[in-house]
């Protein structure tokens, strides 16, 4: 088995306690997680905006409200179920003192004291997936590949990839193709704003006239492109070399467009990649961010990932002609 | 009168590869799939080249380099796939049509320019 890759996950905390506050990010900085500090005003807001979260820490009291933890954890657990909620407590580890309703909303309790049990609960519910490191490091070749054939001029800067277990979909417009491989079975998808791929059209950053930037169907093209580049070179570099059995299973796929929110049907977390295009001609110029999340809800064996070596090969002569 | 169809259902794709040829001197017609890609052979049997996409929907490209040499009985036009495939069994198959070459994509112009030209000369 190949080495695992390092993949971080934003955590949600929300915790007035100053001690309590430092342990959190000590703790988070030792598990690879990402805090960001809400409060008891902004956290449904937050929640309702962010898009790329794995879990969400929240005090039992805030302020003088001995149980108000509780009940945002309630009204959290409603908003954004597939979001595990880690409670804090004062005096008592677990959740078993807490009425069955209650229980349900938290995927565990803990007190400061006892923080390391966090760990394996953390291990379980975010980073369980295994993700070899050749993986990441190939899917951000290929999509590094993919975008700078489809953008000129523009600096490209892809983040450490991430694990989410949130499902909400991220700007207007979404691409969605099958990912097939002898060790993995899902989907990928690319979300963008339109707006900001309309504004590198007008710019001429692509191979799209400037004139046709105000057609939306333009730009639904130009990322289905780029998805139809990385599913391409996914596939040639991880591809099934001789055909597929003869029953694959399929599951729907659900998405709500009221709360912009897709279900594959399986709770696993999704490894994520924050793609960001900057122009170093116009530093003014607003950061686009294309986010990609890879879903392997059908099957994920990486204990059997391989990487086809002739297709690595071959990829060095990507873009020029093979005479027959 | 164009030299070059330009096969693809993807407008980017056929911005991209089209404003190239052009800017090298070359005319250039579209198709947005296999289907429409026939058809358009069938308009004009003096097409030099066709560059063409395999994954399109309502006729692949593959499919449509089969049917203009066993429909249209056009053996003289040249078809060159340029796509994100690039198993050996597809690209045997389409040698077995009368290919004359292949492209993974992405397009990379200048490498491909001088090869076309002598295509079309």
Redesign the interface.
Known sequence: MTEAATVISKVLVLDSDPDCQHALKDFCASHSLSPLRVNRGNLLAVLRSNVDLGAILIAERIGDDAQAGIELGRQVHQLRPELPIFLRREQLDGLDDLALADRSAFMAGYTLGHIARLESVIQDSIFCQYYPNALVRGITEITQ??LR??FQGLDLHIDTPYIVRDRLLYGEIFTLIPIESPWCRGYMSLQAIEANLQQLVKAEH????AD?GDDF??LN??L??IT??I???F??RY?R?ESSGPLLAQVPIIINHLHRYISFGSTDPQLCFRCTLTNPANPDMTPIVIYQRFIFNLSWRPEDFMENQA?VE??V???????? | MAQILVVDD????R??VG?FLKSNGLEVAFAIDGRDGLSKLKADPTLKLVICDV?MPNMDGLTMAEKVRSELKNSSVNI?ML?????PAM?ER??AAG??????????GP??IA??KKMVA
């Open positions: 590949t993919a054939s489809q692509t191979h799209i006239s046709d169907r333009n093209g130009l289905g492109e139809n580049l599913w391409g070179a596939k040639n591809g070399l297709s071959n990829l002569s990507t873009g020029e002609l093979e005479l027959f | 993807s407008s980017t794709v911005n991209e404003d994954n060159i796509t994100t495939e690039n198993s690209k389409g040698k290919i004359k070459g292949w492209i993974v994509k992405p397009f990379n490498a491909v090869s076309l």
